[in-house]
């Protein structure tokens, strides 16, 4: 599995940026090859950011493009600045 963790440190608002992203990018991802998840996190004072899982590197750089583009068309008006990205690939998965 593949992650990328896009951190945006000013938001005018993490929870609107939340409700667009579970309508909007959240759709789209869910269309791509090899999607295993989105989650998306607010940790408090305008930083917020998601984490997005795909099967493979390659999916999740292809997912990327589509995802940066959604960013900057649909959440121009709540940020400022680009996000700082991390990408890698997941080497433990523990769950519940």
Known sequence: M???IRKFSRMR???EAARRAESG???ILRRSPGFRGYY???AGDGVGGSVTLF???ETA????EKA???VRASLS???DGEPEITTGEVLVVISG
Do not use: H, P, R
């Open 25 to 27: 990018i959240g759709q």
């Open 55 to 57: 099967e493979s590197k």
């Open 61 to 64: 750089l292809a997912a990327n």
């Open 77 to 79: 008006d709540l940020l």
């Open 2 to 4: 593949y992650m990328t």
């Open 13 to 15: 608002s993490v929870s």
């Open 40 to 42: 998306v996190f607010d």
């Open 68 to 70: 940066l583009a959604w």
